[in-house]
């Protein structure tokens, strides 16, 4: 079996270490903490990344929020069948 190996981006490190200080967060607030250092960037970057992080298993899934929303947590072990 291939392993597939990513690069770190500064948004992909700085996501980790939002979600490390959160524990868990919606990509709004994720977006909205990582526009303090980077405003340029995007909702969909935010979006690609908890995806990607996701479907590696680097982060996963918090409960939802009340409204509906995906929360993401540091905790390991996403289902791929959630991260779509």
Known sequence: MTQI????????NDVMAILKSKH????????QELRNFHPEVSDTTVHRITQRLCGDGMIGLAPSTQKGCLRYDIR???SRSFCV
């Open 5 to 12: 190996v990513r690069r770190s981006t500064k948004y992909t």
């Open 24 to 31: 868990h967060a919606t990509n709004a607030e994720i977006a």
């Open 76 to 78: 390991k072990g996403c």
